[in-house]
């Protein structure tokens, strides 16, 4: 990024970090996200418009009740309540401390709750990790955007109810692996009612032993042999068979069913500034997710080719430049966000996928 659209990146996250994560209850805050996805993808002259158009949708930050410290965080894990103290406790921790340093240690003890809040905490963290490791480097309302990710996600805490593994082929891909997510019982209610009714899980990458994985489950399998650069190989799978598929099975839930690519997508950008023996199990916990947000809305069929056509086709005449403005000129946030992952797997695929994400939402600008 040039100095002007660092300088935007931060002004808006300054703008934003009076407000909490949440509004409404449990909708969740949006805006930092979204910022600064239109600031990588080539958009910072749109951002303060979006924000103008944004801010009533914010709240301010919750009230806070008692600081969380060493002694008392593990009450305070999972409690929406606290939000704000989490975010004050991420904060003096990034004050004291490097911020790979404070990311490492909470990474493990926040990935198995990476279905609170419906995965928007890892997903914030994940754009917040993007800033701090591209051009511009750390600044103040970066590292305050970190801090306010590592506290949503720790008052969102919430693992996954246990899963009965599924067996899947050896050779099975991501794609195949989605594929052979069962839908729950009764696609109903919200995302928490939803997540509650899951029963079962494929493992994948199909596994050569069993152990429990902090993002699935007691009890759950999972391969305990894969090496980091394999994780990161299979996660970068992942993340563009979760794409693919939005094009083909997105209609049934547009804006929950974008979480299957999007969650596992923030744990991939944030890889690299983990230890790799972090990394095997990054992918467990991202692979849960995607397949709890597929298995919660999937529709029991694709849609008819006669639907897809028009964005196969404007995806393969367009540039990715072209596919994400229309993305920005859109303005749901969930639209943004999905396009800029769309935009990281990088094929005419992903450019369909976008697309589709643009028809099939209602536009917010």
Known sequence: ?????????????????????????????????????????????????????????????????????????????????????????????????????????????????????????????????????????????????????????????????????????????????????????????????????????PVWPPATATATSPGTGTGTSTSTTLGPDAARERLTELVAAAVHRFATHGHAEPIMLVHAATAPNAVLRTLPALPRELWPDSLAAAWAASAAVTSAYAPAAPAPDDQLRPAYAEAARASFAEVFARAAAHGDDHTIKFADTALDVGDERARAAALRGVELNPPAL
């Open 1 to 201: 990024m040039t100095e002007i659209t660092d300088g935007v990146l931060d002004e808006a996250l300054q703008r934003l970090h009076a407000s909490g994560p949440e509004r409404l209850g449990r909708l969740t805050n949006h805006g930092p996200m979204a910022v600064e996805a239109l600031v990588r993808g080539g958009q910072a002259h749109t951002v303060h418009r979006w924000l103008d158009y944004y801010r009533d949708k914010l709240e301010d930050m919750p009230d806070r009740l008692a600081p969380v410290t060493d002694a008392n965080w593990h009450e305070a894990l999972g409690d929406p309540r606290r939000a704000a103290d989490w975010i004050d406790h991420f904060a003096r921790a990034l004050a004291e401390r490097p911020w790979r340093e404070v990311l490492a240690a909470w990474w493990p003890v926040l990935l198995p709750g990476i279905a609170g809040g419906s995965t928007h905490p890892v997903i914030r963290v994940g754009h917040a990790v993007r800033t701090l490791l591209g051009p511009g480097g750390e600044t103040e309302p970066r590292l305050a955007e970190l801090a306010h990710g590592l506290g949503y996600w720790a008052a969102r805490h919430t693992p996954l109810p246990p899963l009965r593994p599924l067996a899947l082929a050896p050779a099975a891909g991501a794609a195949d692996a989605l594929a052979a997510v069962e839908r729950i019982s009764l696609q109903d209610g919200p995302l928490p009612d939803r997540f509650a009714r899951l029963t079962s899980v």
